[in-house]
Antibody, heavy 121, light 107 residues
Framework: QVRLQESGPGLVKPSETLPLTCTIS????????WSWMRQSPGKGLEWLGY???????KYNPSLESRVTISVDTSKNQIFLNLTSVTAADTAVYYC???????????????WGQGTLVTVSS | DIQMTQSPSSLSASVGDRVTIACRPS??????LNWYQQKAGNPPKLLVY???RLQSGVPSRFSGGRSGTDFILTISSVQPEDFATYFC?????????FGQGTRLDIK
């Protein structure tokens, strides 16, 4: 059973960088796409970007200047860095694993439990 | 970005009712539409992918389909554990986008 677990600081000061880690267990990290999402009452569910296990990435254009997603296959971990945070970045952050069906249609099959990040001084 | 508009935003139902939730994309997305269920304090859980394919382990009372330009999630007979929020999501193109959610609560 694949498990994903997000971890990181629960509180970040405005203008600082938010670092989060997603640790994968019970399954391989290789040959999969991995996404970060966040959810806040005001903005609903928002996709931040994905990485393939090779390190190839794609970001949401709305955040592209501030987001970096990376992977360490030796540690079975995915990372998110979000720079210059403001109160608007307060949210529950999730990592998830993609899967593709036979027709190549992509869906988010496994999600972590999420971690709440508050941006406040 | 492709906007995903769900309707209704909320609905009340009794156990045993048939419930339908609609999701309309702002542009054509072929069959690249997935549905998730979320309960308070938990992450979204995949219910239906590729418009109509039921995820393994999901009860058969859930089904997905299409009506005209709308994608539809149907619960044939609502059970107590189905009271939750439901989201649609398009994976046709990036950025991946989600509907705003439909909250299903007990009448």
């Amino acid at each position: 059973q694949v498990r994903l677990q997000e971890s990181g600081p629960g509180l970040v000061k405005p203008s600082e960088t938010l670092p989060l880690t997603c640790t994968i267990s019970g399954g391989p990290i290789s040959s999969y796409y991995w996404s970060w999402m966040r959810q806040s009452p005001g903005k609903g569910l928002e996709w931040l970007g994905y990485t393939y296990s090779s390190g190839r990435t794609k970001y949401n254009p709305s955040l592209e200047s501030r987001v970096t997603i990376s992977v360490d296959t030796s540690k079975n971990q995915i990372f998110l860095n979000l720079t210059s945070v403001t109160a608007a970045d307060t949210a529950v952050y999730y990592c998830a694993r993609h899967r593709f069906d036979g027709a190549g249609i992509d869906y988010l099959q496994h999600w972590g439990q999420g971690t709440l990040v508050t941006v406040s001084s | 970005d492709i906007q995903m508009t769900q309707s209704p935003s909320s609905l009340s139902a009794s156990v045993g009712d048939r419930v339908t939730i609609a999701c309309r994309p702002s542009q054509i997305i072929s069959s690249y539409l997935n549905w998730y269920q979320q309960k308070a304090g938990n992450p979204p859980k995949l219910l239906v992918y590729s418009t109509s394919r039921l995820q393994s382990g999901v009860p058969s009372r859930f089904s997905g389909g299409r009506s005209g330009t709308d994608f539809i999630l149907t619960i044939s007979s609502v059970q107590p554990e189905d009271f939750a929020t439901y989201f649609c999501q398009q994976s046709y193109t990036t950025p991946v986008t989600f509907g705003q959610g439909t909250r299903l609560d007990i009448k």
